[in-house]
T-cell receptor, first 112, second 114 residues
Framework: KQEVTQIPAALSVPEGENLVLNCSFT??????LQWFRQDPGKGLTSLLL?????REQTSGRLNASLDKSSGRSTLYIAASQPGDSATYLC???????????FGKGTTLSVSS | DAGITQSPRHKVTETGTPVTLRCHQT?????MYWYRQDPGHGLRLIHY???????DKGEVSDGYSVSRSKTEDFLLTLESATSSQTSVYFC?????????????FGDGTRLSIL
Protein backbone atom coordinates (compact mmCIF):
# COMPACT_ATOMS: atom_id res chain seq x y z
CA LYS A 1 0.00 0.00 0.00
CA GLN A 2 1.30 3.41 -0.92
CA GLU A 3 1.75 5.58 2.14
CA VAL A 4 2.77 9.11 2.94
CA THR A 5 4.20 9.96 6.36
CA GLN A 6 4.75 13.37 7.88
CA ILE A 7 6.90 13.82 10.94
CA PRO A 8 6.57 15.57 13.32
CA ALA A 9 2.81 15.78 13.77
CA ALA A 10 3.19 19.15 15.48
CA LEU A 11 5.91 21.79 15.64
CA SER A 12 6.24 25.03 17.62
CA VAL A 13 8.85 27.64 16.75
CA PRO A 14 9.52 31.30 17.58
CA GLU A 15 8.99 33.93 14.93
CA GLY A 16 11.89 34.41 12.55
CA GLU A 17 13.16 30.85 12.69
CA ASN A 18 13.87 28.88 9.53
CA LEU A 19 12.25 25.46 9.59
CA VAL A 20 11.88 22.25 7.62
CA LEU A 21 8.82 20.03 7.38
CA ASN A 22 9.37 16.45 6.33
CA CYS A 23 7.38 14.12 4.11
CA SER A 24 8.31 10.55 3.24
CA PHE A 25 6.61 8.17 0.84
CA THR A 26 6.80 4.56 -0.24
CA UNK A 27 7.15 3.58 -3.88
CA UNK A 28 9.51 5.70 -5.98
CA UNK A 29 7.10 5.65 -8.96
CA UNK A 30 5.85 9.07 -8.02
CA UNK A 31 4.10 11.32 -10.55
CA UNK A 32 4.30 14.52 -8.56
CA LEU A 33 4.40 15.79 -4.99
CA GLN A 34 2.17 18.58 -3.80
CA TRP A 35 2.32 20.65 -0.61
CA PHE A 36 -0.81 22.24 0.84
CA ARG A 37 -1.66 24.55 3.68
CA GLN A 38 -4.87 24.15 5.70
CA ASP A 39 -6.11 26.71 8.20
CA PRO A 40 -8.53 25.53 10.94
CA GLY A 41 -12.00 24.92 9.55
CA LYS A 42 -10.91 25.82 6.04
CA GLY A 43 -10.11 24.10 2.78
CA LEU A 44 -6.71 23.26 1.37
CA THR A 45 -4.57 25.84 -0.36
CA SER A 46 -2.02 24.55 -2.85
CA LEU A 47 1.47 25.88 -2.08
CA LEU A 48 3.88 24.08 -4.38
CA LEU A 49 3.87 21.19 -6.83
CA UNK A 50 7.03 19.33 -7.78
CA UNK A 51 6.92 17.16 -10.87
CA UNK A 52 8.76 13.83 -10.78
CA UNK A 53 11.40 15.20 -13.15
CA UNK A 54 12.13 18.17 -10.89
CA ARG A 55 14.25 18.44 -7.75
CA GLU A 56 12.73 21.55 -6.18
CA GLN A 57 10.27 24.41 -6.47
CA THR A 58 10.31 27.81 -4.84
CA SER A 59 7.62 30.35 -4.06
CA GLY A 60 8.54 33.35 -1.94
CA ARG A 61 9.76 32.11 1.45
CA LEU A 62 8.85 28.53 0.63
CA ASN A 63 11.10 25.95 -1.00
CA ALA A 64 10.09 22.35 -1.58
CA SER A 65 12.48 19.60 -2.60
CA LEU A 66 11.95 16.09 -3.90
CA ASP A 67 14.32 13.12 -3.65
CA LYS A 68 12.70 10.13 -5.28
CA SER A 69 15.57 7.76 -4.54
CA SER A 70 15.18 8.23 -0.79
CA GLY A 71 11.41 8.69 -0.91
CA ARG A 72 11.49 12.09 0.75
CA SER A 73 10.28 15.62 0.25
CA THR A 74 10.93 18.64 2.44
CA LEU A 75 9.22 22.00 2.73
CA TYR A 76 11.56 24.74 3.87
CA ILE A 77 10.01 27.89 5.35
CA ALA A 78 12.36 30.82 5.73
CA ALA A 79 11.96 33.50 8.38
CA SER A 80 8.75 32.08 9.82
CA GLN A 81 5.90 34.42 10.80
CA PRO A 82 2.84 33.96 13.05
CA GLY A 83 0.73 33.99 9.88
CA ASP A 84 2.46 30.77 8.81
CA SER A 85 0.69 28.94 11.63
CA ALA A 86 -1.42 26.22 9.98
CA THR A 87 -1.41 22.54 9.15
CA TYR A 88 0.83 21.61 6.24
CA LEU A 89 -0.05 18.56 4.18
CA CYS A 90 1.98 16.77 1.58
CA UNK A 91 0.40 14.52 -1.03
CA UNK A 92 1.79 12.37 -3.76
CA UNK A 93 0.30 11.76 -7.17
CA UNK A 94 0.88 8.32 -8.62
CA UNK A 95 -0.67 8.51 -12.05
CA UNK A 96 -1.81 11.33 -14.22
CA UNK A 97 -5.23 12.50 -13.14
CA UNK A 98 -5.82 10.07 -10.33
CA UNK A 99 -6.13 10.80 -6.68
CA UNK A 100 -3.55 12.22 -4.36
CA UNK A 101 -2.41 10.19 -1.39
CA PHE A 102 -2.12 12.43 1.62
CA GLY A 103 -0.02 12.46 4.73
CA LYS A 104 -1.73 13.33 8.00
CA GLY A 105 -0.02 16.69 8.17
CA THR A 106 2.25 18.72 10.42
CA THR A 107 0.58 21.41 12.52
CA LEU A 108 2.88 24.41 12.76
CA SER A 109 2.61 27.07 15.42
CA VAL A 110 4.77 30.19 15.11
CA SER A 111 4.83 32.39 18.20
CA SER A 112 5.52 36.12 18.16
CA ASP B 1 -8.54 31.05 -6.05
CA ALA B 2 -9.91 28.27 -8.23
CA GLY B 3 -13.64 28.64 -8.85
CA ILE B 4 -14.97 25.77 -6.76
CA THR B 5 -18.21 26.01 -4.82
CA GLN B 6 -19.42 23.32 -2.47
CA SER B 7 -22.97 23.21 -1.17
CA PRO B 8 -24.22 23.02 1.44
CA ARG B 9 -21.35 24.15 3.64
CA HIS B 10 -22.87 22.60 6.73
CA LYS B 11 -25.52 19.94 7.17
CA VAL B 12 -26.97 17.99 10.07
CA THR B 13 -29.18 15.04 9.29
CA GLU B 14 -30.40 11.77 10.76
CA THR B 15 -29.23 8.23 10.22
CA GLY B 16 -30.94 6.54 7.30
CA THR B 17 -31.75 9.68 5.33
CA PRO B 18 -30.35 10.33 1.85
CA VAL B 19 -27.88 13.20 1.48
CA THR B 20 -26.51 14.85 -1.66
CA LEU B 21 -23.52 17.16 -1.70
CA ARG B 22 -22.78 19.33 -4.70
CA CYS B 23 -19.52 20.55 -6.16
CA HIS B 24 -19.63 23.22 -8.85
CA GLN B 25 -16.58 24.47 -10.77
CA THR B 26 -16.11 27.34 -13.18
CA UNK B 27 -12.64 26.31 -14.41
CA UNK B 28 -13.77 23.78 -17.06
CA UNK B 29 -11.36 21.22 -15.59
CA UNK B 30 -11.79 17.63 -16.70
CA UNK B 31 -11.06 15.89 -13.39
CA MET B 32 -13.12 16.22 -10.23
CA TYR B 33 -12.70 14.42 -6.91
CA TRP B 34 -14.49 13.85 -3.64
CA TYR B 35 -12.39 13.34 -0.50
CA ARG B 36 -13.33 12.99 3.15
CA GLN B 37 -11.19 14.24 6.01
CA ASP B 38 -11.28 12.56 9.40
CA PRO B 39 -9.09 12.96 12.49
CA GLY B 40 -6.37 10.32 12.50
CA HIS B 41 -6.95 9.38 8.88
CA GLY B 42 -6.20 12.49 6.90
CA LEU B 43 -7.81 12.96 3.51
CA ARG B 44 -9.01 9.89 1.64
CA LEU B 45 -10.47 9.63 -1.83
CA ILE B 46 -14.12 8.57 -2.12
CA HIS B 47 -14.76 8.81 -5.88
CA TYR B 48 -13.40 10.74 -8.79
CA UNK B 49 -14.51 11.67 -12.29
CA UNK B 50 -12.38 11.93 -15.42
CA UNK B 51 -15.11 13.32 -17.65
CA UNK B 52 -18.85 13.68 -18.05
CA UNK B 53 -20.47 10.39 -17.02
CA UNK B 54 -17.02 8.87 -16.37
CA UNK B 55 -16.37 8.03 -12.72
CA ASP B 56 -14.32 5.60 -10.68
CA LYS B 57 -14.07 4.46 -7.09
CA GLY B 58 -11.53 5.58 -4.56
CA GLU B 59 -10.21 4.13 -1.33
CA VAL B 60 -13.39 4.63 0.76
CA SER B 61 -16.26 4.38 -1.74
CA ASP B 62 -18.60 2.04 0.16
CA GLY B 63 -21.91 3.75 0.95
CA TYR B 64 -21.36 6.55 -1.56
CA SER B 65 -22.37 7.14 -5.16
CA VAL B 66 -21.53 9.96 -7.55
CA SER B 67 -22.84 11.46 -10.73
CA ARG B 68 -21.50 13.91 -13.27
CA SER B 69 -23.94 14.97 -15.98
CA LYS B 70 -22.14 18.25 -16.78
CA THR B 71 -18.51 19.24 -16.78
CA GLU B 72 -19.08 21.79 -14.04
CA ASP B 73 -21.04 19.68 -11.53
CA PHE B 74 -20.06 16.62 -9.51
CA LEU B 75 -22.57 15.24 -7.02
CA LEU B 76 -21.86 12.98 -4.06
CA THR B 77 -24.79 10.99 -2.66
CA LEU B 78 -25.07 9.09 0.58
CA GLU B 79 -27.99 6.78 -0.14
CA SER B 80 -28.69 6.02 3.52
CA ALA B 81 -26.49 8.05 5.81
CA THR B 82 -24.76 6.39 8.77
CA SER B 83 -22.99 7.94 11.73
CA SER B 84 -19.64 6.73 10.36
CA GLN B 85 -20.13 9.11 7.44
CA THR B 86 -19.95 12.12 9.73
CA SER B 87 -16.97 13.95 8.28
CA VAL B 88 -15.74 16.96 6.38
CA TYR B 89 -16.09 16.45 2.64
CA PHE B 90 -13.87 18.20 0.14
CA CYS B 91 -14.23 18.53 -3.59
CA UNK B 92 -11.14 19.02 -5.75
CA UNK B 93 -10.49 19.67 -9.44
CA UNK B 94 -7.56 19.31 -11.80
CA UNK B 95 -6.80 19.71 -15.48
CA UNK B 96 -6.27 16.96 -18.01
CA UNK B 97 -3.52 14.35 -17.61
CA UNK B 98 -0.14 15.45 -18.83
CA UNK B 99 -0.68 18.99 -17.64
CA UNK B 100 0.82 17.97 -14.27
CA UNK B 101 -0.99 20.80 -12.60
CA UNK B 102 -2.01 20.95 -8.95
CA UNK B 103 -5.32 19.85 -7.57
CA UNK B 104 -7.37 22.70 -6.18
CA PHE B 105 -9.79 22.24 -3.34
CA GLY B 106 -13.12 23.70 -2.32
CA ASP B 107 -13.87 25.00 1.17
CA GLY B 108 -15.50 21.77 2.30
CA THR B 109 -18.87 20.58 3.61
CA ARG B 110 -19.15 19.70 7.28
CA LEU B 111 -21.67 16.85 7.55
CA SER B 112 -23.00 15.57 10.86
CA ILE B 113 -25.18 12.47 10.97
CA LEU B 114 -27.02 11.93 14.22
Amino acid sequence: KQEVTQIPAALSVPEGENLVLNCSFTDSAIYNLQWFRQDPGKGLTSLLLIQSSQREQTSGRLNASLDKSSGRSTLYIAASQPGDSATYLCARGTQAGTALIFGKGTTLSVSS
Amino acid sequence: DAGITQSPRHKVTETGTPVTLRCHQTENHRYMYWYRQDPGHGLRLIHYSYGVKDTDKGEVSDGYSVSRSKTEDFLLTLESATSSQTSVYFCAISESPGANQPQHFGDGTRLSIL
